[in-house]
């Protein structure tokens, strides 16, 4: 089972502070995802990265994959609180048409 | 707009009475799936369609099933629902991408609620 790890768990801050979350793995995964979830809602897909090392913006959100494809990280420049969600990392299974999550980071950005 | 949709939004029912849950797509999505997520968790893989042919997880219980009449729509039945049941439901599709990569698109969900 490929495992992804997300770091931190819970995550409070006020607007305008920056923040990075992560995801790790001991796999090597051919891509990545990152999907937001805000309360009560299905996930939204942010983005996919393929290649080691990419990095894609989308908007104050920064996507990084790790060189190795074994990781991710996604920072959020002067959070917002429209940016409060679940944000859940995923990655292909070995085989078939599925994803497995990490467990997700919930942010919390207060005004 | 293309989306996924889900019937209904909020759902009650008693401990082992059946329910179904409902999703809807119009994206032509070969690729419909079902999730259960309980809070603060990530979503629980259920099982998932490729076109009709069907991929139960290994850890689904009996209790759930799932029925794919055509492209569109896609059900999920649970035939005694539990109070651990309880949970969101999220129906989702893709349409496998070159490489291999799986883009999901997620409904809203069901909130099932078991008393």
């Known amino acids: 089972t490929q495992l992804l790890e997300q770091s931190p768990q819970f995550l409070s801050i006020q607007e305008g502070e920056n923040l990075t979350v992560y995801c790790n793995s001991s796999?090597?995964?051919?891509?990545l995802q990152w999907y937001r979830q805000e309360p009560g809602e299905g996930p939204v897909l942010l983005v996919t990265?393929?290649?080691?090392?990419e990095v894609k913006k989308l908007k104050r959100l920064t996507f990084q994959f790790g060189d190795a494809r074994k990781d991710s990280s996604l920072h959020i420049t002067a959070a917002q609180p429209g940016d409060t969600g679940l944000y859940l990392c995923?990655?292909?299974?070995?085989?078939?048409?599925?994803?497995?999550f990490g467990k997700g980071t919930s942010l919390l950005v207060t005004p | 707009d293309a989306m996924v949709i889900q019937n209904p939004r909020y759902q009650v029912t008693q401990f082992g009475k059946p329910v179904t849950l409902s999703c809807s797509q119009t994206?032509?999505?070969?690729?419909m799936y079902w999730y259960q997520q309980k809070s603060s968790q990530a979503p629980k893989l259920l099982f998932h369609?490729?076109?009709?042919?069907?991929?139960n997880e290994a850890d689904t219980p009996d209790n759930f099933q799932s029925r794919r009449p055509n492209t569109s729509f896609c059900f999920l039945d649970i035939r005694s629902p539990g109070l651990g049941d309880a949970a969101m439901y999220l129906c989702?599709?893709?349409?496998?991408?070159?490489?291999?990569?799986?883009?999901?698109?997620f409904g809203p969900g069901t909130r099932l609620t078991v008393t």
């Open positions: 796999s090597v995964f051919s891509s």
């Open positions: 994206l032509n999505h070969n690729v």
């Open positions: 989702a599709t893709s349409s496998r991408l070159a490489g291999g990569r799986d883009e999901q698109y």
């Open positions: 995923a990655g292909p299974r070995g085989s078939g048409y599925a994803l497995n």
């Open positions: 369609y490729y076109d009709k042919d069907f991929n």
């Open positions: 990265v393929v290649t080691g090392g």
